[in-house]
């Protein structure tokens, strides 16, 4: 008996890890909208617009694909947007 207690125990606290690994999992929270952006071709995420350059590709994760991006404008956090040398607004 006590030993099978003792697995019972195990298997509850293994099982409560896995879902706090799922709560946490990638994959969930491109479920809940977001994305992940990584530059071409380093895979590097891109965590700011300070980080990738007019003209630099991208690729952004979604949760069903992945779309390869073209960086015609960047915006910061609380600026306007920075238009691409010759363009016009």
Request: net charge neutral; with cysteine.
């Amino acid at each position: 008996q006590e030993g099978s207690g003792l697995i019972l125990q195990k298997r509850r606290a293994v099982q409560s890890q896995m879902v706090q690994l799922n709560i946490l999992s990638p994959l969930n929270i491109l479920e809940r909208g977001y994305s992940i952006t990584r530059k071409v071709p380093s895979q590097e995420v891109v965590r700011s617009a300070d980080a990738v350059a007019l003209d630099d590709q991208v690729e952004i994760t979604l949760h069903r694909g992945r779309l390869i991006c073209l960086v015609k404008e960047k915006r910061g956090p609380e600026e306007e947007s920075v238009p691409k040398e010759g363009d016009s607004a």
